[in-house]
């Protein structure tokens, strides 16, 4: 299986921030990757797949980059809405794997 | 707009089986793959397994030998079931629609957190 690895596992940023979360496969997946966000109590919501590109209606103020191995979540100015969980998911093979998530909190 | 509800028991006896179901709604159920995902307690998520609305389907190794996912299109449901479940199985349990072209999981249910006790 393809481990995949979040950091930080927390982060804590005010409104406005630019905000960075890092994903690292433990093998290379191309750009075989997808990130979500997640809201306690709700569903989690497709952000960005195949590593750059954003699901429909979700704000350009998010952005996916990177190849291979490592790949970057990058909210460039948070808003208050953005305050939630999220988790970056291989999709080059099955089964598929998640990483461990990312808090990002209020400071 | 999709929607997926999962329903079932939230509490499961130890070595009994865990029975859940995603209705899915604003949508057909033809023509996708269905997945169920869980997540246990302070853990990541694990991708249990998914069916296309045909019936085909794709397991997790993990899990393989104590799954069962079915698919029910007349009523715009499909399935889960868990055998012989243990503590280690106590997880919020999502289901969502993907698979898709590139493997993304494009629609998910909000989860329904099923407790194994002893």
């Known amino acids: 299986d393809i481990q995949m690895t979040q950091s930080p596992s927390s982060v804590s940023a005010s409104v406005g921030d630019r905000v960075t979360i890092a994903c690292r496969a433990s093998q290379g997946i191309s750009s075989w990757l997808a990130w979500y966000q997640h809201k306690p109590g709700k569903a989690p919501k497709l952000l960005i797949y195949g590593t750059f590109s954003l699901q429909s209606g979700v704000p350009s103020r998010f952005s996916g980059s990177g190849s291979g191995t490592d790949f970057t979540l990058t909210i460039s100015s948070l808003q208050p809405e953005d305050f939630a969980t999220y988790f970056c998911?291989?999709?080059?093979?099955?089964?598929?794997?998640f990483g461990g998530g990312t808090k990002v909190e209020i400071k | 707009q999709v929607q997926l509800q999962e329903s079932g028991p939230g509490l499961v006896k130890s070595s009994e089986t865990l029975s859940l179901t995603c209705t899915v709604s604003?949508?057909?159920?033809?023509?996708?793959?269905w997945s169920w995902i869980r997540q246990p307690p302070g853990k990541g998520l694990e991708w249990i397994g998914y069916i296309y609305y045909s019936g085909s389907t794709n397991y997790n190794p993990s899990l393989k030998s104590r799954v069962t996912i079915s698919v029910d299109t007349s009523k715009n449901q499909f399935s889960l079931r868990l055998t012989s479940v243990t503590a280690a199985d106590t997880a919020a349990y999502y289901c969502a629609r993907g698979p898709d072209s590139i493997n993304d999981l494009d629609y998910w249910g909000q989860g329904t957190l099923v407790t194994v006790s002893s």
């Open positions: 604003g949508g057909s159920i033809s023509s996708y793959y």
């Open positions: 998911q291989q999709t080059h093979s099955f089964p598929l794997t």
